[in-house]
C-alpha cells in the first residue's frame, strides 16, 4: 500500500543519507512512485507527508511500521493537523514574509 511505502521509502533514503551512502537510484524511484500513488489517494498527501517527516524524522518510522492510519490518529498531537491555505493566503502570506525580511535587510543597512 502506498501509504506505508512512502515512509518506508524515506526511512530507506534517510539511512543511506545517514551512514554517508550514495542513495541508490531505485530507492529514489520508489520513493516518486509511492508519493504519486499517495496523491492518488490523497491529494498532495506526499508533500504533506514529506514536510511532516522533514519536521519531525521520527514520523517516517512510525508511518512505516504502524501505518497511516496511526499516524492519522496521532496527528492533532503531534501538530500535522494543518488547514490547507487558498492561493490567495499563501501569496499573502509569502507577500509579508518578503517585506519582514525587506524591513529586517533596510535595518541592517541603515546601522
Known amino acids: 500500500m502506498a501509504?506505508?511505502?512512502?515512509?518506508r521509502a524515506a526511512v530507506d533514503i534517510?539511512?543511506?543519507?545517514?551512514k554517508r551512502l550514495l542513495v541508490l537510484p531505485r530507492q529514489r524511484t520508489a520513493l516518486t512512485r509511492a508519493g504519486e500513488a499517495l496523491d492518488q489517494m490523497c491529494p498532495h498527501g506526499a508533500c504533506?507527508?514529506?514536510?511532516?517527516i522533514g519536521r519531525n524524522p521520527q514520523l517516517a518510522?512510525?508511518?512505516?511500521?504502524?501505518?497511516?492510519?496511526?499516524?492519522?490518529?496521532?496527528?492533532?498531537?503531534?501538530?500535522?493537523?494543518?488547514?490547507?491555505?487558498?492561493?490567495?493566503?499563501?501569496?499573502?502570506?509569502k507577500i509579508e514574509m518578503q517585506r519582514t525580511i525587506e524591513r529586517q535587510r533596510d535595518r541592517r543597512i541603515d546601522r
Open 3 to 7: 501509504n506505508r511505502r512512502y515512509p
Open 14 to 18: 534517510a539511512g543511506m543519507e545517514e
Open 48 to 52: 504533506d507527508l514529506a514536510a511532516a
Open 61 to 93: 518510522h512510525v508511518a512505516a511500521v504502524r501505518g497511516m492510519t496511526a499516524l492519522a490518529r496521532h496527528a492533532p498531537e503531534l501538530g500535522l493537523v494543518r488547514g490547507r491555505e487558498t492561493p490567495e493566503k499563501e501569496l499573502e502570506r
